[in-house]
């Protein structure tokens, strides 16, 4: 199969490049704005026809979720009105689409990990729009994959994990929110399942991947910093409205995995073992 990879600069989209390489049967076309402007139908459409495309990976998407709140047409347009013109285009060949997505389609009122019929209750513009694009992409291509994940870090790119390891070093002591819940996440490991799903066959619906466990972010912070060695900074709890954003974040968005797990047969690791991996290749580089 010939498969369209749209974002590949971005920290998903770089980990799928590394994991091609064992996906030889299939042929990819990694691309990003420069290559292709996912918010043009018409170019869409030429891509995919000119090249023959049998499925496409949807890891683009408008991220900066504070910014998003002041900026909601380029966030609309990127989030909910790509989806809809990359799903147009592939069903026209009768090829699947996966489109990635995120556990902010959920308000976080919850106190148990959510499960893929849950109704969903975005309070931000991030997750507004990424719940449009799940709509859009599953009204316009019969073979669509949503995954939903979330707090997603990789050694690509600007994330958390950086930014921790960052500050750890340059600061004596550091705040950071321990009333919000969620289950840090490696994109390799999203890839990973994303590539199963490729060999295995695109099974249409949605689908929830995380890796195992549950975290707040200053626990994901000190176990950051216990991997790193950084004894040097004090990580001090705060609760969220210490910490004040445009964007209103779930307080609970633990994501229930057994749908996938059960899909497509696969064991996900927990998240403080994937985070050491990723730390010490980090600190190696």
Not at 80 to 98: H, K, S
Not at 177 to 183: K, R, S, Y
Request: with cysteine; glycine share 6%; aromatic share 8%.
């Amino acid at each position: 199969m010939n498969i369209l990879i749209t974002g590949c600069n971005g920290q998903l989209g770089n980990e799928l490049q590394l994991q091609q390489a064992a996906c030889s049967e299939h042929r990819f076309f990694n691309t990003d704005v420069q290559d292709l402007d996912i918010t043009d139908a018409e170019a869409i459409q030429a891509y995919v026809d000119g090249h023959e495309i049998d499925g496409i990976v949807n890891c683009a998407a408008y991220t900066a979720v504070d910014k998003a709140e002041s900026d909601p047409l380029l966030c609309h347009r990127l989030n909910a009105v790509a989806p809809a013109y990359l799903a147009e285009a592939i069903e026209r060949r009768g090829g699947f689409l996966i489109q990635v997505s995120t556990d902010y389609v959920f308000d976080g009122t919850h106190h148990t990990p959510y499960v893929e019929t849950d109704d969903p209750c975005p309070n931000s513009m991030y997750g507004r729009t990424k719940l449009e694009g799940e709509t859009a992409a599953q009204d316009h291509c019969q073979r669509t994959m949503i995954i939903r994940t979330a707090w997603l870090y990789s050694t690509f790119g600007n994330n958390f994990v950086k930014t921790m390891l960052r500050l750890g070093r340059e600061r004596l002591e550091l705040g950071v929110v321990f009333d919000q819940i969620g289950t840090p996440t490696y994109a390799r490991d999203l890839a990973s399942v994303i590539m199963t799903a490729i060999r295995q066959g695109v099974k249409p619906g949605v689908y929830h991947f995380t890796d195992e466990g549950t975290a707040s972010w200053y626990d994901f912070t000190k176990a950051i910093h216990r991997m790193a060695g950084i004894s040097s900074c004090h990580v001090r709890p705060l609760h969220t409205a210490e910490y004040p954003t445009p964007a209103k974040r779930p307080h609970y968005s633990v994501l229930d995995k057994t749908k996938i797990k059960q899909a497509y047969g696969i064991e996900i690791p927990h998240w403080e073992e994937s985070l050491a991996e990723c730390v010490c290749q980090l600190e190696q580089a």
